[in-house]
């Protein structure tokens, strides 16, 4: 079954970088688009992210566009979250997804 495995979240000041890392199994990796979401306390869960299948497309929220870069390793069934300039309004535990299935996600604080 699909496995998703979030990880590198933490605390990270204003204006701080933080990189996130799914690591996905179970299922044909290479073939599908893979998406990060987020969730932030209070408020429903967010589309923050999307790459196609083979990396040559990507689109983001508008509240990310500029900061924050989706990637993804096929040799390796991992995709990636770069996030840079964060602000306290990017706090929120974030997921991978795909195929219906999510990993149980990794918390991102951003605060001073």
């Known amino acids: 079954q699909v496995q998703l495995v979030e990880s590198g979240g933490g605390l990270a000041q204003p204006g701080g970088s933080l990189r996130l890392s799914c690591a996905a199994s179970g299922f044909t990796f290479s073939a599908y688009a893979m998406s990060w979401y987020r969730q932030a306390p209070g408020k429903e869960r967010e589309l923050v992210a999307v790459?196609?299948?083979?990396?040559?497309?990507?689109n983001y929220a508008d509240s990310v566009k500029g900061r924050f870069t989706i990637s993804r390793d096929n040799h390796n069934n991992m995709v990636y979250l770069q996030m840079n300039s964060l602000k306290p309004e990017d706090t929120a535990v974030y997921y991978c997804?795909?195929?219906?299935?999510w990993g149980k996600g990794t918390l991102v604080t951003v605060s001073s």
């Open positions: 790459i196609s299948s083979v990396g040559t497309s990507t």
């Open positions: 997804y795909v195929l219906a299935s």
